[in-house]
């Protein structure tokens, strides 16, 4: 693959904003499932960011506004809970903070299809789903079953574009190769681990983790997901080198979280224009 220096010239390197992240870190708002909940803040907290698991309706809103970023996952969705997720996005969105959608099975309920649509209306800085999720939130007939995806990447990449386009939001599609897409531009990120899918709320935790970047860089929310997944994917990488299985991956891949420097993220990072 293409190294992040021969990457598309206006694209800045994941590490130069890792470097800004734990240079000044990030407060992010994180509105996640009940099973993702730990992993997503020990993920940021490994990384560098500092979370904040807000979801009630009566302070959701009031925290967003001093949050840097507000990141919002479907998964555990209650009427309580989508009072809350509302109430931050229109916050965020008022603030002019950057704020990020994870539409976890959107299409298994009618009730889900409908806080989507509404969230999808707060227009959203960045939306991160898996193949399946973005294809139907495209409009496309997707073969998710529940949470899990059974879509490649690559059959959901004009989706991504498509939903780019329609939404206004820089779209990522994540799996065994991701894929960034802001409508006009678009890279593929390689790396992790296959251990990473055996590990509950990892997808979830990346959500969070794209939050902090784009908390960063408010205004560049492409550069920022393409530098949150390629950290996630180096230190997957890393961390599945010398794990036994799922369990010893999982405290494996904070500590790489944790070890990753600049310079070897921009060194190891596997990115190519799409």
Request: charged share 15%; hydrophobic share 50%; aromatic share 4%.
């Amino acid at each position: 693959m293409d190294t992040v220096s021969s990457i598309e010239s206006d694209i800045i390197s994941p590490g130069a904003l890792l470097a800004e992240l734990r240079s000044s870190p990030p407060l992010v708002q994180c509105i996640t499932n009940f099973v993702a909940m730990n992993i997503a803040a020990n993920v940021l907290l490994a990384v560098g960011a500092s979370p904040a698991m807000v979801h009630a309706a009566e302070e959701a809103g009031e925290f967003a506004r001093i949050a840097g970023g507000l990141t919002i996952n479907i998964g555990t969705i209650s009427p309580a809970w989508s009072d809350g997720m509302k109430s931050a996005a229109q916050a965020a969105v008022a603030n002019g903070k950057p704020w990020v959608l994870d539409p976890v099975a959107h299409f298994a309920t009618a009730y889900r299809q409908k806080i989507v649509a509404e969230l999808l209306a707060l227009r959203p800085t960045i939306i991160r789903g898996n193949a399946s999720e973005i294809i139907a939130l495209a409009g496309g007939s997707s073969s998710g079953q529940g949470v899990d995806s059974r879509d490649s990447v690559e059959q959901a990449e004009d989706a991504a574009r498509s939903l780019a386009s329609q939404s206004g939001a820089v779209v990522a599609v994540t799996g065994r190769i991701d894929f960034v897409t802001d409508g006009a531009r678009s890279v593929r990120i390689g790396g992790g681990s296959e251990l990473m899918p055996r590990v509950t709320a990892l997808g979830c935790s990346l959500t969070c983790l794209v939050g902090a970047f784009a908390a960063v860089r408010p205004m560049q929310p492409f550069e920022a997901t393409v530098a949150a997944l390629a950290t996630f994917a180096v230190a997957g990488e890393n961390a599945g080198k010398t794990a036994e299985g799922p369990g010893s991956f999982s405290w494996r891949f904070l500590d790489a979280l944790a070890a990753l420097d600049p310079a070897t993220l921009d060194a190891e990072a596997r990115l190519s224009n799409a």
